[in-house]
């Protein structure tokens, strides 16, 4: 079976600190992943994802992902976090039965 | 571009009723559309894919019945829930994968959501 595996329900970090927000993932042949920001009461909007290539990704509002093969992971990453950027993250994977697999999600609080 | 709309943003009614909630992409021909629910800071539950002019696929444990799910055309589709209930309140989000699009078949694009509840 196919999954992604979010394993920190909350991150904390001080404005202007650099952020990481975990994701493992594991599925079958290729993988195809993203992430997703969803701010209160609203959809999920598209960050980034990876299809091949580089495996440093960036994507909207300074955000950045690494794809790593031998770890399987895609940890979302930004430099220096505003306040923001606090919100509820979702990684996903795209799977060849053409349907996306989430994550349980991670909140971002990024605190002044 | 690559704009989902949902409507309504939120609806309250009464237990026993139905409510139709639409999807829409506005800039886009979507092949495929998705229903999620989303309970309070939990991630999204996958309920039917729905494939344009074709039944809907709902996963395991949705209801057919309960949730009618319509893909009348490549940008709209709509999930009606049937004599809503109490429990059926929650977080109803649509998404949509844009038709054609050269290196972004895979990326979903997501509608705002609507709230739905039933008293």
């Known amino acids: 079976a196919q999954s992604v595996a979010q394993p920190e329900d909350q991150v904390n970090v001080a404005e202007g600190n650099p952020l990481t927000v975990k994701c493992t993932y594991s599925?079958?042949?290729?993988?195809?992943l993203f992430w997703y920001v969803q701010y209160p009461n609203r959809g999920l909007q598209f960050l980034l994802k990876y299809i091949t290539g580089d495996n440093l990704v960036k994507g909207s509002y300074g955000f950045e992902a690494e794809f790593n093969k031998s770890q399987t992971s895609f940890h979302l990453k930004k430099p220096s976090a505003l306040v923001s950027d606090s919100a509820l993250y979702f990684c996903?994977?795209?799977?060849?039965?053409?349907?996306?697999?989430f994550g349980d999600g991670t909140t971002l609080t990024v605190k002044p | 571009g690559a704009v989902v709309s949902q409507h309504p943003s939120r609806v309250i009614c009464k237990s026993g009723t139905s409510v139709k909630i639409e999807c829409r992409s506005l800039d886009f021909q979507a092949t495929t559309m998705f229903w999620y629910r989303q309970f309070p800071k939990q991630s999204l539950m996958l309920m039917a894919t729905s494939n344009e002019g074709s039944k809907a696929t709902y996963e395991q444990g949705v209801e057919k019945d309960k949730f009618l799910i319509n893909h009348a055309s490549l940008t709209l589709s709509t999930l009606t829930v049937t004599s809503a209930h109490p429990e059926d309140s929650s977080f109803y989000i649509c998404?949509?994968?844009?038709?054609?699009?050269?290196?972004?078949?895979?990326?979903?694009?997501f509608g705002p959501g609507t709230r739905l509840l039933v008293l």
């Open positions: 998404s949509a994968r844009e038709l054609g699009r050269a290196g972004d078949r895979e990326t979903q694009y």
């Open positions: 996903a994977a795209y799977t060849n039965a053409g349907k996306s697999t």
């Open positions: 599925v079958s042949g290729n993988p195809y």
